[in-house]
């Protein structure tokens, strides 16, 4: 069932969703907003703490509503490396609003070193801000040529905004950064929307002089079970499934290894049926591994029962 009110434009539609057979009295709204999946709420005196620089971890995977993807495959103190959907490298620094340290590109390779500390706005807290410029160089894979180049910086802690993305529902800080030319010539805006809770920013947007706009949207963050007996993979496996097959939304289902101490808490939260026809499913999951509990946070569709699976795009 639809409902919409054409007397009034800029009102959200909502899609009632009540789910039957594979799973009972299940009935929720979803709302939808003028962008394709991004809304925000600015929440007067949004309560939140400062937020530590993220930590992380090796293994962990996110999907973006994009087709992006990418892997930490390395930490190493300040910085971590990434392997993208591509295959490429990547280098990170902890401090998302620094620029990349090294990217390897299709045709090149980019290094840059910014003249500023690693910790600059950090903890995270609303009116901090910082200037630093960038030198870096692109070298072609062709040819060897070196191109250098250099960029000016101003960023500062925004706000606080509670968003709705593709993953769900997250409170964050609003952080922007402004590229300058040698020249003070405005050139890119990158702007993240940074979820304490989750470790990692759940929305990049960049508007670049040039290029226009791009936006990176987090589908789901989820993390490896490589290196985890098989045991142990099979149980999170199918605590992540039943919970998303058979659990009512806010309701929670858990599952402890006896012998490792690895436990998984699964929570569904909202249930919508995509524009491709599938059902979908935000939710939470908190792994615990090594007595250290991490959030993870995404959505699934189904695909067929006891398949739920992370949509590629969104």
Known sequence: MLISNSNQKKRPTFTLICLTGFLLNACTIATGSKSQYFSSQNIPNLSMPPAPLPVPNVGDKYYFANGWREQVINTNGETYDLINKQK?????FRNFTIPSPYIE??????????????????????GK?????????????????????SQAWSCEVEGTERVRVLAGEFDTYRVSCRRYSSRNKWWQTYTWYYAPELGTYVMRRSFHKKRGESVRELTALRPTLKHEPKSVRTGIIRTWQNALENTKSGERKNWTDQKTGTSVEVIPLVTYRAKNGLF??????????NNT??????????????????????
Do not use: H, I, M
């Open 88 to 92: 490429r490298k990547v280098v990170n």
């Open 105 to 126: 590109g299709k045709t090149a390779e980019y290094f840059k070193e910014s003249r500023v500390a690693t910790n600059a706005l950090w903890p995270l807290d609303v």
């Open 129 to 149: 801000s910082v200037k630093f410029t960038t030198e870096g160089r692109s070298v072609s894979k062709l040819s060897d040529r070196t191109t250098p180049f």
């Open 280 to 289: 979908c499913r935000t939710y939470k999951q908190y792994l615990t591994r």
């Open 293 to 314: 509990p991490r959030l993870y946070a995404g959505v699934a569709c189904r695909t067929g029962e006891l398949k739920w699976r992370t949509p590629q795009t969104g």
